[in-house]
């Protein structure tokens, strides 16, 4: 993704971080709002319902949690 994004001229950081004891959509969340990011852009794939509505899904709390724009793709 990087490469794609650097042909067209834009800025970003590559980050892997460790979760600890938080959630996954925490962790993303805290990390932006800790660095001062502007926009998370993230990945998502759709869970068959039953498996959603049990267990919920990161791409779901990062829309209820995040404070910065979201940019998902699928």
Not at 18 to 24: C, P
Request: glycine content about 10%; overall charge neutral; some cysteine.
């Amino acid at each position: 993704m990087q490469t794609v994004l650097d042909r067209h001229d834009v800025n970003m950081t590559l980050t892997e971080l460790s979760r600890g004891r938080k959630s996954i959509a925490g962790t993303l969340v805290h990390h932006c709002e800790t660095t001062g990011e502007g926009l998370l852009v993230k990945g998502a794939y759709e869970h068959p319902p039953l498996r959603e509505g049990f267990i919920g899904g990161v791409t779901h709390d990062i829309a209820l949690r995040a404070s910065i724009p979201v940019l998902t793709s699928r």
